[in-house]
């Protein structure tokens, strides 16, 4: 499957976006779908992740309780809704698929990434 990612910007601390991401190829319907980040000099780091039919979500404590991960099948997407946005989640955001119907926090879960896109919280 291949992925592409949009939506990354430049917020002020608070703010939100919603960064979305397109798949097209194979079967998406079947597989979990994954956001990580990469922040300069940092390893990449599991954000968020829904299951192959939406009906489990998990997130990385950063995230919990500010963004909120969703897809819709019918439209091949995949978004993360990112509100009280800080300056520590400036990175760039991939969209991932998941080698499996659920969405797991490792890197190697993943086959499928997105190019990234750019966020960045100013203070």
């Known amino acids: 499957v291949q992925l592409q990612a949009f939506g990354g910007g430049l917020v002020q601390a608070g703010g939100s976006l919603r960064l979305s991401c397109a798949a097209s190829?194979?079967?998406?319907?079947?597989?979990?779908m994954g956001w990580f980040r990469q922040a300069p000099g940092k390893e990449r780091e599991f954000v968020a992740g829904?299951?192959?039919?939406?009906?489990?979500?998990r997130y990385a404590d950063s995230a919990k309780g500010r963004f909120t991960i969703s897809r819709d099948n019918a439209k091949n997407t995949v978004s993360l809704q990112m509100n009280s946005l800080k300056p520590e989640d400036t990175a760039v955001y991939y969209c991932?698929?998941?080698?499996?119907?659920?969405?797991?926090?490792?890197?190697?879960?993943?086959?499928?990434w997105g190019q990234g896109t750019q966020v960045t919280v100013s203070s």
């Open positions: 190829g194979r079967t998406f319907s079947n597989n979990g």
């Open positions: 829904v299951t192959w039919n939406g009906g489990s979500t």
């Open positions: 991932a698929a998941s080698r499996y119907s659920y969405s797991g926090v490792s890197r190697r879960d993943y086959g499928s």
